[in-house]
């Protein structure tokens, strides 16, 4: 999940390139495509194109958010004040220079989110348009979230200029709230239902990120890749979890619409954790700065804690934006720890992160646990996002609603 208000760094140069070999068989023209993602303090940020001639609209790309967000030119509902609301070398997407630009109000009534994800407690308020976006092979006219600023975010520019949203569609959902792949996919833009995602960490197997193509990481469009499979993918169906909006995503309206799974099983080792028996638990898949750390309940952190023989530490840049104090750990004994396990419901295999997945080593001589909690108590909910990726495989299924994971085959 995006949070644009608390964080301000810098992004790189990202691209796009087209995927090597993918799962299916897809018909047509239309092809699936491989976007190449740069890691930035925000989460993974890709690049796509809106318009005709086509801009492009560096993009974060978000497993949480329900559209293409764009920013326009439009500040306090006026397409001339721009430099009002943005910093003067914002990269924005310029509605007045598409001429297949369409204001679609009529259909679909601006909306504004209060508070939310992106802005917090100011205004996240959307004009609804249609435009052509284009990303490598595919192009379609979409419905976009086209940016009304209220608010001064001209304290310094974002690296991008808009959040390309893969969140799952439910029955019922229009073109307002569908992720824009979902909506490409539909016109036969992509030829499968599939989105899939591996990480190139640093400290990976794969020194030199080739299987990224050299890039962070890979956002497969329209396929998946068999040949980063090891052993096959297990399929989970999702479930609707009203409580994300609760403890972790909180926005008004409210906003249901995440890759959920149901835990079936945490432990740390062999110790089994409890879960929250009211709630029952779920797994949210946010690959954004929220799925930094390894998600554990407030109690099992604690267990984490003593198993580990941690102590507490203040750091000036924590490894994720959790809520949660942080421990350091002695850097030798890290291969001791336990693995932390999950178990989603569907099938009995069992998910690891490794200790030295979960231990963070900010210096030669510190290691901190890079743990992220959400709630109090047992485990409710937790973003498994870039720690629990790492050496693993991870694509959903648009059409039938589903998560697969399998071990990645470096």
Not at 34 to 40: A, H, P, R, Y
Not at 118 to 131: E, G, H, I, K
Request: hydrophobic share 35%; proline share 6%.
């Amino acid at each position: 999940m995006i949070i644009l208000l608390s964080l301000l760094g810098g992004g790189g140069t990202v691209s796009g390139g087209p995927i090597s070999s993918r799962s299916g068989g897809g018909s047509g023209k239309s092809e699936s495509f491989d976007l190449l993602l740069t890691w930035s303090p925000f989460g993974f940020l890709g690049n796509v194109s809106i318009g005709t001639p086509p801009q492009q609209v560096t993009s974060f790309v978000d497993w949480t958010w329900i559209g293409q967000y764009a920013f326009t030119t439009t500040c306090h509902g006026d397409p001339d004040r721009t430099w009002d609301c943005f910093a003067k070398d914002q990269a924005i997407f310029n509605q007045s220079r598409s001429h297949t630009f369409r204001n679609q109000s009529a259909s679909y009534p601006s909306r504004t989110w209060n508070p939310n994800h992106f802005f917090f407690y100011q205004d996240l308020t959307v004009d609804y348009a249609s435009d052509i976006e284009t990303i490598g092979p595919s192009s379609a006219r979409l419905i976009i979230q086209a940016a009304d600023l209220h608010f001064d975010l001209s304290q310094a520019p974002y690296p991008f200029a808009g959040v390309y949203g893969l969140s799952p569609v439910f029955k019922g959902d229009n073109a307002s709230v569908q992720s824009p792949f979902y909506q490409a996919w539909l016109t036969g833009a992509w030829p499968e239902p599939f989105v899939a995602f591996h990480y190139c960490y640093n400290g990976s197997v794969d020194a030199s990120k080739s299987t990224c193509q050299g890039h962070d990481g890979l956002q497969t469009l329209g396929g998946y890749n068999g040949s980063l499979v090891q052993g096959g993918l297990s399929w989970y169906d999702i479930e609707f979890f009203p409580e994300v909006n609760v403890v972790d995503f909180v926005y008004e309206p409210a906003v249901y619409n995440y890759w959920a799974i149901n835990i079936t099983r945490l432990s740390l080792g062999d110790k089994v954790q409890a879960l929250n028996e009211s709630t029952g638990a779920a797994a949210i898949f946010d690959h954004a700065s929220y799925g930094r750390g390894a998600p554990l309940s407030v109690n099992a952190y604690t267990e984490l804690i003593a198993a580990t023989a941690a102590t507490p530490i203040t750091l000036d840049s924590p490894p994720n934006n959790g809520n949660q104090s942080f421990y350091k750990v002695d850097c030798a004994t890290v291969t001791s720890f336990p693995p932390i396990q999950y178990q989603f419901q569907g099938h009995e295999r069992i998910w690891e992160i490794t200790p030295s997945n979960y231990v963070e080593k900010l210096l030669d001589d510190l290691c901190v646990l890079n743990v992220r909690t959400l709630g109090d108590g047992d485990f409710i909910a937790g973003n498994f996002g870039e720690t629990f990726a790492k050496d693993k495989y991870v694509v959903f299924d648009f059409e039938k609603n589903k998560v697969g994971l399998a071990d990645l085959s470096w």
